[in-house]
């Protein structure tokens, strides 16, 4: 099915953005999907009457997103869509499921360990406490897209492997009878390790996305203590900003 894609010649936007913006809304909808390979610059130029220059500019935006690929004797292909995460009390498990990316889980650790003062502190228990510690790594399309690290205090809810390679943890709580409340959270941004680089097939000193939240739960009590990795090739965190009166 070809694309409907048209450009306003009387808007101030430039040309090229407006072709961007539409190629990467048909790419997080699913008109696009991973794999497909889009038209010839030449054609897509002629078709929509821009030159040359215009068209290659708009795809080299996409390029530089992560959401296209220039592949020698293949053409320009889909790569993925950006994950855009709003700023509200959601799982990465939802969040990729309603951007339609198919996620799946690799459960990495699934242990009691003693609570660290970091950890004691975040979940409100004695350090050197038993808390349940659980590692993930999420992927979306195949492709790894986070590093997932989640204490919870112990007895909260049975914390089953193949569970949590099923569904998102967040699903498991509220399945429990927990209610989610509110969250505290910290959104940061540092170079990735050796092994870190490694887990997300990215190259050591890459920058990460990082995201810390402490998660209570209806009645004020501290329920999960997440520390989090993410390629910000594949994801990024939205806001909306409001002027206070």
Request: with cysteine; aromatic share 2%; hydrophobic share 45%.
């Given at each position: 099915m070809e694309l409907e894609l048209s450009v306003d010649r009387s808007s101030p936007v430039p040309l090229y953005f407006q072709l961007s913006q539409q190629l990467e809304a048909a790419i997080e909808h699913g008109?696009?999907?991973?794999?497909?390979?889009?038209?010839?610059?030449?054609?897509?130029?002629?078709?929509?009457?821009?030159?040359?220059?215009?068209?290659?500019?708009?795809i080299q935006s996409l390029v530089d997103k992560g959401l296209l690929v220039r592949r020698r004797g293949v053409g320009t292909q889909v790569v993925h869509s950006q994950v855009k995460r709003p700023l509200e009390l959601s799982s990465l498990y939802d969040d990729l499921e309603s951007a339609g990316q198919r996620p799946?889980?690799?459960?990495?650790?699934?242990t009691v360990v003693p609570a660290s003062a970091e950890v004691a502190a975040a979940l409100g228990v004695s350090e050197g406490s038993d808390v349940h510690r659980i590692?993930?790594?999420?992927?979306?399309?195949?492709?790894?897209?986070?590093?997932?690290?989640?204490?919870?205090?112990?007895?909260?809810?049975?914390?089953d492997t193949e569970q949590l390679e099923a569904t998102g943890l967040y699903r498991l709580m509220r399945a429990a009878g927990i209610t989610l409340h509110s969250a505290r959270q910290t959104i940061g941004a540092r170079a990735a390790t050796a092994a870190e680089a490694d887990r997300l097939a990215e190259k050591e000193g890459a920058p990460l996305l990082t995201m810390q939240r402490v998660t209570f739960d209806d009645t004020g009590r501290a329920v999960e203590y997440g520390t989090h990795t993410y390629r910000p090739s594949r994801y990024s965190f939205e806001f909306q900003l409001l002027v206070r009166s």
């Open positions: 008109a696009l999907t991973p794999g497909s390979l889009l038209g010839n610059e030449i054609e897509l130029a002629a078709r929509l009457g821009l030159s040359r220059p215009t068209v290659r500019q708009a799946a889980t690799s459960v990495l650790v699934n590692e993930r790594l999420r992927l979306a399309h195949g492709e790894p897209m986070a590093h997932l690290c989640n204490f919870l205090p112990p007895g909260l809810l049975d914390l």
